[in-house]
């Protein structure tokens, strides 16, 4: 029989998924029956470390344990449940998670019946699924990033049968569409575009833990970002480890730059961000669709990593400095106003000072409105973490803090010309250090703090500023966007 539509060949629609819709239900008439005997609502609490596609995975975890039955979890305690999706690409991720999980141990010594679910890119290696069996005795089901629609099916048979579930990870090439999501706001979305990584940056973890790339179908991309955009929804960001390469295993011949402006014909008001662009594949097309968007930030996220060149080259990066500055320039000289950011890594095994004082000298060049700045990390499994010149750390965190130094009068400075000028900003709310100084993000997703009052959340606002740091904008509000 002929699809109504095309469909990726890759692609298990969940939407009428009968296994996964059978053990929904199942999940959720158990804990009917729990509830008619205590009187209480079980709870799920979802704790996330990473990028943001863990965090929008960590929304469709949640509306899987919604449609199951429970309701949010604020803290721990008093889950029934608890969801550690976890993150690889740092040491520090890794050994996070470990310790915080190590502290629910004394949960379940109190309650035997909650349930602890480890899942996402850490525990998709097999060291660390090992680890977790033999260490970690109280957390009773393991599932890796590919494997999130099985988590009902998961969660059914351990309750039934009371037994611990560490579930490989097998590589599915799939795209689950039709998951339930409860997302975290009610004016900010993620929509992932596509999944898993074809790079092999040689020191990265993701590829190996997130599978090589699967692109969604335009149809269902564009469907939920007018249902959200219908919703109300203002800032909408697309996700995927490398966005550019959207489409290539598609059959339609539609490409990032094409999605883009196919989303940006959606009528309605709102913002359209993306993330990350990889630099050997951001093409002038897609900024010639930025340029003329009617919806499309003038933002763009594009990590260098490094200004070595000889280092870039070892990092399996497929540009060189001078590629990168092309395209910069592009980006400027078509979106004058275009707010840049990048991500930069030190300690790169065999870095030396002057690969060093290229990087730096190339932020020097490039002005970047802001910066992620990490220190390498080996990755158990990545070709950079065999190899033999391994920086020693007190000459990474001597490179992170003059890095860091550097770029952040980069960024006063960038901050500064932008005082006395009107920004658009979508207003979040009190902000966390001090509730009586309300923040908000500009377009190129800056931080600014002003007077707000309560109705003003989830709006756009005309801010004009007044003062600027390193990291963030003050100013006062002028109208309603
Ligand atoms: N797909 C995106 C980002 C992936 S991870 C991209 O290609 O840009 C986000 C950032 O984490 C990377 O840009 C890189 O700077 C950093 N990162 C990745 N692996 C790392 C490692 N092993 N150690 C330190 N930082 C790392
Ligand atoms: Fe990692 Fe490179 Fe893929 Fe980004 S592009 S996720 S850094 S392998
Ligand atoms: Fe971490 Fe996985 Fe994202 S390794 S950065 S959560 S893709």
């Known amino acids: 029989m002929e699809a109504e539509r095309p469909v990726a060949s890759h692609q298990l629609s969940l939407r009428d998924s009968e296994t996964c819709q059978k053990y929904i239900l199942a999940v959720k008439k158990a804990n ?22 863990n965090e929008a995975d960590s929304e469709k975890l949640a509306g899987l344990a919604s449609e199951m039955g429970y309701e949010k979890a604020a803290h721990p305690d008093e889950a029934d449940l608890i969801i550690v999706n976890t993150c690889a690409v740092r040491e520090h991720a890794e050994q996070k998670a470990l310790s915080i999980v190590g502290q629910y141990k004394h949960l379940k010594a109190r309650n035997p019946e909650l349930v602890i679910v480890m899942c996402g890119c850490m525990v998709t290696q097999a060291f660390r699924q090992n680890e977790i069996k033999h260490n970690y ?26 037994r611990r579930l560490i579930i490989p990870d097998e590589e599915t090439y799939l795209v689950a569409e039709g998951l339930p999501v409860r997302r975290n706001s009610t004016y900010r979305a993620w929509v992932s575009i596509m999944y898993g990584c074809n790079n092999f940056c040689t020191y990265c973890i993701v590829p190996y833990v997130r599978g090589r790339e699967r692109s969604r179908s335009k149809e269902d991309i564009i469907s939920e970002v007018e249902e959200l955009v219908k919703q109300g929804y203002k800032d909408i960001t697309l996700l995927g480890q ?89 980006l400027r000289q078509r979106i004058p106003d275009v707010t840049v ?31 992620f700045s990490f220190i390498y990390s080996p990755r158990k499994g990545t070709p950079a973490a065999e190899a033999a010149d391994q920086i020693p750390p007190e000459v990474k965190s001597d490179r992170f803090s003059r890095l860091l130094q550097q ?75």
């Open 137 to 162: 005795p109280y957390v009773d089901i393991v599932f890796g990033a590919s494997s999130m629609f099985r988590f009902p099916q998961l969660l059914w048979e351990h309750m039934e049968k009371e």
């Open 242 to 330: 490398n966005v550019n390469s959207y489409g290539h295993d598609n059959q339609d011949g539609v490409d990032f730059a094409d999605l883009l402006a196919l989303i940006d014909n959606i009528e309605g008001d709102y913002t359209i961000h993306f993330m990350t662009s990889h630099p050997k594949d951001a093409t002038e097309k897609l900024i010639d669709v930025i340029a003329s968007g009617r919806h499309i930030a003038h933002h763009f996220h594009l990590p260098l990593q490094s200004g070595s060149d000889r280092i870039l080259k070892a990092m399996n990066r497929h540009y060189d400095a001078q590629h990168y500055r092309k395209v910069l320039n592009y």
């Open 407 to 481: 770029q952040n009068e980069i960024s006063l400075e960038s901050n500064r010309r932008l005082v006395g000028s009107t920004l658009r900003v979508l207003c979040d709310g009190p902000s966390k250090n001090d509730p009586d100084v309300w923040s908000g993000r500009t377009d190129g997703n800056k931080i600014v703090f002003f007077d707000g009052s309560r109705e003003d959340i989830g709006r756009f606002l005309t801010i004009r500023i007044t003062r600027a740091e390193a990291f963030a904008l003050y100013g006062e509000k002028e109208s309603h966007g």
């Open 32 to 53: 009917q029956e729990k509830r008619e005997e205590t009187g209480r609502s079980p709870r799920a609490y979802v704790l996330t470390f990473g990028c943001q596609q």
């Open 341 to 371: 950011t990048s991500d930069i890594m030190v300690g790169f095994p065999g870095e030396t000072e002057e690969d060093f004082c290229d990087t730096l000298a190339f932020l020097a060049e490039a002005r970047f409105d802001m910066i």
